[in-house]
């Protein structure tokens, strides 16, 4: 596995954009990286992928070697990102953008087939495929429409690829266009006011914690958090210490 690609841009339409300019494969690894109601992974590849570099300006690998679908997802043959609203917001997704390279020559052809698959089908259909991923230089967009929205939890895309060579390369390579760059587009939306129960679940008296983990342990109703114009209720609870941090 490996890391690399940090998540630059936001907004309301590219939620995130991956910064590769300048990348030699591997990247810079990144942390997490939240603004404006989404938190994002750097891009990483999964077990079955090996990195390599040479290829400026892009993330590559190789052992894209299986024959089919099938094998590729069973062999983790892919690269990965994984995107999170954080609380109080929901995503909308409308299209995820990128550009894909393959070498070719002797026993360096990298894979044919390419597919885009996510973790909310838990990666069962693909949602774009090609056959015939580019070996211009430059690269070829291959991107997917998406029609999604209220997602509240995280969302994982894995690119896998297939018919390759061992040693043959895929790469996502950078764009001169940020939609392209790859790009995650769609909106983050701030959930509207609404009336909040106190439980004080997680046991800490503070108004903005909460538990992304384990909603039966959130301290407000919902496991999220005060916004303006919520109603606060606090019946029926023995609630006398409350702090707003």
Do not use: C, H
Request: overall charge neutral.
């Amino acid at each position: 596995a490996f890391t690399g690609a940090t998540p630059q841009a936001f907004g309301q339409s590219n939620l995130v954009v991956w910064d590769l300019y300048g990348k030699f494969s591997l990247g810079s690894a990144s942390t997490n990286y939240s603004a404006n109601g989404i938190q994002a992974t750097s891009i990483t590849g999964g077990p079955g992928i090996s990195v390599q570099g040479g290829i400026d300006s892009a993330l590559g690998a190789t052992r894209f070697f299986m024959t089919n679908a099938s094998d590729a997802i069973a062999n983790q043959s892919y690269f990965e990102l994984t995107v999170t609203p954080t609380v109080n917001y929901s995503l909308s997704f409308s299209a995820l953008n990128s550009m894909l390279f393959r070498t070719t020559g002797g026993t360096t052809n990298g894979p044919t087939n390419a597919a885009w698959y996510w973790s909310r089908n838990n990666y069962a259909t693909a949602l774009a495929s090609t056959n015939s991923v580019s070996t211009s230089a430059g690269g070829a967009a291959f991107n997917v429409s998406l029609s999604t929205n209220g997602i509240t939890d995280a969302t994982t895309f894995r690119l896998y690829g297939w018919n390759g060579d061992n040693n043959g390369k895929l790469a996502i390579i950078a764009s001169a266009s940020a939609s392209q760059n790859p790009a995650l587009l769609g909106a983050a939306t701030l959930r509207a006011a609404s009336s909040l129960a106190w439980g004080g679940g997680l046991g800490n008296g503070s108004w903005a914690a909460y538990d992304a983990t384990n909603a039966t342990k959130a301290n407000w109703g919902g496991n999220i958090t005060p916004i303006n114009g919520d109603t606060l209720v606090f019946a029926g609870t023995t609630q006398t210490n409350t702090t707003n941090n």
